[in-house]
């Protein structure tokens, strides 16, 4: 899929779901990442690890019950480690803050924080429109109930990159250093293609072996998902070789940029004649290379506009045209308010149009 238009290049059996193992893992960072920028919580704060997290299964930091660690090197290493300790351990900081508290005023028990976090993956995932994803644990352990799809973890990822621009970063690590033993990244991808900076590998019995790639190349941002691969090196073959597909031969340009007029019209009886319209948000178009020459725009304006007008508001369309074909179509809003004018602005006006 390519990140700016969100338009999918090539996709098999994208809607099955299936077990997401470690890939469910870019949900909780999801969360995380919200509460870092809301500044609910600090990088540099210190989170106790349970003995719950610290007895879990699976890939793990092999972090100490009843310690203090801060809560970058967790994040660092559910990212690059895929560690479930660390995952669970930022599950019940998140999940058991003042709000979880029961009744009695009793901080909520490791199991409850962790199934509070759940219930807020699982809001988020609809939120985001994430409609065949649900999630029963943090970790991505096999689970009955706990799936998703391919399409649904593109999008998850792709939101995630957009949303979170100086957070993501992180997923390019090749390796961090916990209690001097030296990490390194499951993303073999990271090493073999320049241009991959993410994201995330995951492996169980029942989702086989898991892939979310992305990479950008001349300001071009794809994401390969991979689920259900039969061993480590076929997940990132088969990732490398979407990307190289979507890159040498397919070409994304931005056509409109969000909030810059795309042209002007007229405004009778307002407190202002000229009214800017365009498009709400960046108008990317992803298309075969070569196709992009063949394109063409047609604007077309609704007759005699009249105020108000409010901000955002439909007053046209925008029709692309590939090969003297339709293609696609766009709505067209006004990009500022403009309010009904005084009595002289609305007199002077319908003399000029009764006098047309």
């Known amino acids: 899929m390519d990140h700016d238009s969100g338009q999918v290049l090539a996709e098999h059996n994208a809607d099955k779901p299936l077990a997401?193992?470690?890939?469910?893992?870019?949900?909780?960072?999801?969360?995380?990442?919200?509460?870092?920028?809301?500044n609910k919580i600090?990088?540099?704060?210190?989170?106790?690890?349970?003995?719950?997290?610290?007895?879990?299964?699976?890939?793990r930091l092999f972090l100490r019950p009843q310690t203090e660690v801060p809560l970058e090197t967790l994040l660092k290493g559910?990212?690059?480690?895929?560690?479930?300790?660390?995952?669970?351990?930022?599950?019940?900081?998140?999940?058991?803050?003042?709000?979880?508290?029961?009744?009695?005023?009793?901080?909520?028990?490791?199991?409850?924080?962790?199934?509070?976090?759940?219930?807020a993956m699982n809001d988020k995932a609809r939120q985001l429109g994430l409609a065949h994803t649900h999630f029963t644990n943090v970790t991505g352990l096999d689970h009955e109930g706990h799936v998703s799809t391919a399409r649904d973890l593109t999008r998850l990822a792709s939101q995630l990159v957009r949303?979170?621009?100086?957070?993501?970063?992180?997923?390019?690590?090749?390796?961090?250093?916990?209690?001097?033993?030296?990490?390194?990244?499951?993303n073999a991808l990271l090493w073999r293609d320049g241009n991959v900076d993410g994201i995330k590998t995951g492996q169980t019995k029942a989702a086989g072996w898991c892939l979310i790639a992305s990479a950008q190349r001349n300001r071009m941002r794809l994401i390969a998902t991979v689920l259900g691969a039969k061993d480590d090196n076929g997940r990132f073959d088969a990732g490398h070789k979407l990307l190289e597909h979507g890159f040498r031969r397919y070409e994304t340009r931005l056509l409109y940029?969000?909030?810059?007029?795309?042209?002007?019209?007229?405004?009778?009886?307002?407190?202002?004649?000229?009214?800017?319209l365009g498009v709400s948000r960046n108008l990317y178009l992803t298309l075969p290379r070569g196709d992009?020459?063949?394109?063409?725009?047609?604007?077309?304006?609704?007759d005699?506009?009249?105020?108000?007008?409010?901000?955002?508001?439909?007053?046209?369309?925008?029709?692309?045209?590939?090969?003297?074909?339709?293609?696609?179509?766009?709505?067209?809003?006004?990009?500022?308010?403009?309010?009904?004018?005084?009595?002289l602005q609305r007199g002077w006006d319908k003399l000029r149009l009764w006098l047309q």
């Open 257 to 276: 940029a969000a909030d810059v007029p795309a042209t002007r019209v007229r405004v009778w009886l307002g407190d202002d004649s000229e009214l800017p």
């Open 304 to 343: 005699r506009q009249t105020a108000p007008v409010r901000r955002g508001q439909p007053v046209g369309k925008l029709v692309l045209e590939l090969d003297q074909k339709p293609y696609a179509e766009y709505p067209l809003v006004a990009l500022k308010e403009i309010r009904e004018g005084n009595m």
């Open 42 to 59: 600090k990088p540099e704060e210190p989170v106790r690890v349970s003995a719950r997290a610290g007895a879990t299964n699976g890939a």
């Open 163 to 186: 949303d979170f621009p100086d957070y993501y970063r992180w997923f390019a690590l090749r390796e961090f250093t916990w209690q001097d033993i030296r990490q390194h990244n499951r």
């Open 292 to 302: 992009h020459e063949k394109l063409r725009a047609r604007l077309t304006v609704q």
């Open 20 to 38: 997401p193992a470690s890939l469910t893992k870019l949900m909780v960072a999801y969360l995380v990442f919200e509460q870092l920028r809301a």
């Open 78 to 119: 559910m990212i690059v480690r895929s560690a479930n300790d660390a995952t669970i351990a930022l599950a019940e900081h998140l999940g058991g803050n003042d709000d979880s508290r029961d009744g009695g005023g009793r901080a909520a028990s490791g199991t409850a924080a962790e199934e509070k976090f759940v219930a």
